[in-house]
């Protein structure tokens, strides 16, 4: 493909994304688990943790950090996630120019499904070392699925009718991807990498219960100082910080998303102290649990969600 047709694939990417996204912050589209977020704000060291999926960037530029490594997600690349794990987040945009984003939620399901599929016809190599984020150059293959995508919930009937099977194809060429090894591993919770996986699944499920590491890492059939090397090789940080993190990134959701007390929403995500629950809010997120409410509120709009 000549550069001239780069070109013009890239700007019917940017219109339809523009369309579709006609606010600031995240926008609902016709498909569950596909959100288009449009914002001019510069952000600079801003804590996240994304769901599993994918997120493509047509225009702006965003990276990740992570123990020292940086994902580049911009209008070249793109950002796969098969674990969640929070790390720091910042993005170029400008009113003239707007950062421009489809994220992607995956089917866990389908995305396993698939990556059995793909294993027992290409068993390839062994298996790769799962990893919790992956950037990657974007592909023709996946830049034609996505304008697919766009262009199909461009049309209501269209994306009734034939969103699936896009966002099929979508879960399929990422599977199979540069990264893809890396995630079919995470996915497929094979090895010690896969218990950790395991783990944190059960952590998302009963984060805001009291939390037993040694519990876990029996679970698991590791030592505890074990189970803590693997699971910060996975995620980056300990099993105690993963919980904090969680707890807090939906306290701020909550707080987002409907009105209610500091001691009402610490209750809910697993804290004992309100006063506790604030320092750690204001240490992660720099503002107090009211200021940060009231920037995704006006930054990210109610489907923020990471």
Known sequence: MNMESNYTKRQELVELAGRLAPHQGYNPTGLHGVRILRTSAVLHDVPVLYRPGAVFVLQGRKQGMLEGEVYLYDEEHYLAVSVPVPFRMESVASAERPLLAVYVEFDMTLAAEIASKVQVRNPGPPAAKAKSLMSSRMAPAIEDVVLR??????????????????????????????????????????????????????????????????????????????????????????????????????????????????????????????????????????????????????HLGELAAG
């Open 149 to 298: 995508l766009l262009k199909a919930l461009a049309d209501p009937v269209e994306a009734a009718l034939l969103g699936a099977g896009i966002l099929h194809e979508l879960h399929y060429r990422v599977l199979v991807g540069p990264q893809g090894a890396a995630m079919i591993s995470a996915l497929q919770q094979r090895g010690t990498s896969g218990k950790i996986v395991q783990s944190i699944a059960r952590l998302r499920e009963t984060y805001c219960l009291e939390i037993s590491i040694v519990a876990l890492a029996n679970e698991a059939g590791m030592s505890v100082p074990s189970f803590h090397a693997h699971f910060k090789a996975l995620t980056g940080t300990s099993p105690m910080q993963y919980v904090k993190a969680m707890r807090l990134h939906e306290a701020r959701l909550v707080m987002a998303r409907q009105d209610t007390t500091i001691a009402e929403v610490a209750l809910s995500v697993g804290y004992v102290s309100p006063a506790q629950f604030s320092r750690d809010f204001k240490r992660l997120f720099r503002r107090t649990p009211s200021q940060e409410a009231n920037w995704v509120r006006q």
